[in-house]
């Protein structure tokens, strides 16, 4: 197990896109999901985002993917373990601690799709700051 004494969040991912087969499904999948996270979906014409998620509905299909999200505390990965059921996930493996590294707390559900999408929490730490906020340079 790797001790680790500081992490970096919000620097590395640009976006994920995922091609789904299920639109409709994997809509409400993510709203249930993200809405338990504190993340709103921005419904466009044809696709959703939420951050640095951007999904598609069509062909091809390009494979299964795993994403993390981050979650304030443990409470919050089981809220989201639980909705993730609800609105048709499936589980990957139940709320609790791993041994990744020492308070890594997360749960794993597979999508309507077959992503393998995680909640986790890395335990107690310090933001600098909530979130990245970039705005347009002119």
């Not at 409400?28 to 640095?52: K, S, T, W």
Request: with cysteine.
């Amino acid at each position: 197990m790797v001790e680790l004494h500081e992490w970096h969040r919000g620097r590395l991912i640009d976006h994920i896109q995922l091609v789904v087969r299920d639109f409709d499904a994997c809509r409400r999948f993510y709203g249930a999901v993200l809405e338990v996270i504190g993340v709103p979906i921005i419904d466009c014409d044809g696709f959703f985002f939420a951050d640095e998620l951007c999904v598609f509905p069509g062909e091809p299909l390009t494979g299964r993917a795993h994403i993390a999200f981050q979650a304030p505390d443990e409470e919050t990965v089981q809220r989201f373990y639980a909705a993730a059921l609800r609105a048709g996930g499936r589980d990957n493996g139940a709320p609790g601690l791993r041994d990744y590294h020492p308070g890594y707390y997360a749960a794993f559900v597979l999508d309507p799709e077959g992503n393998n999408i995680e909640a986790v929490f890395h335990g107690p730490a310090k933001r600098s700051a909530p979130s990245v906020v970039m705005t347009d340079a002119s």
